[in-house]
């Protein structure tokens, strides 16, 4: 699945760095692509993604999370 994440509080690269290594550390996740210029995070994972430890471990690092969109992955 994949699920989209809109993260307030980043405002550089360093940014969506530190969110990409941290979030590809927790169980599930495939993949991670997070764009500060967009305020988004994209995160494919298999169906066992928590979505609140997602926003916990962004919390952690000093952003605010929530989730915005939530969709099977296609193929
Ligand atoms: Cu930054």
């Known amino acids: 699945m994949e699920t ?5 509080g980043m405002h550089c690269n360093s940014c969506e760095k ?3 290594l941290t979030l590809e550390e927790l169980p599930g996740i495939k ?5 500060y210029q967009e305020g ?3 995160v494919d994972s298999d ?5 609140q430890a997602v926003i916990q471990a962004i919390a952690d690092l ?3 999370a929530k989730v915005k969109d939530t ?3 296609s193929s």
């Open 4 to 8: 989209t994440f809109m993260i307030t």
């Open 18 to 20: 530190i969110i990409n």
């Open 31 to 35: 993949n991670v692509k997070t764009s």
């Open 40 to 42: 988004e995070c994209r």
């Open 47 to 51: 169906q066992s993604l928590n979505a």
């Open 62 to 64: 000093g952003y605010q």
């Open 71 to 73: 969709q099977p992955l």
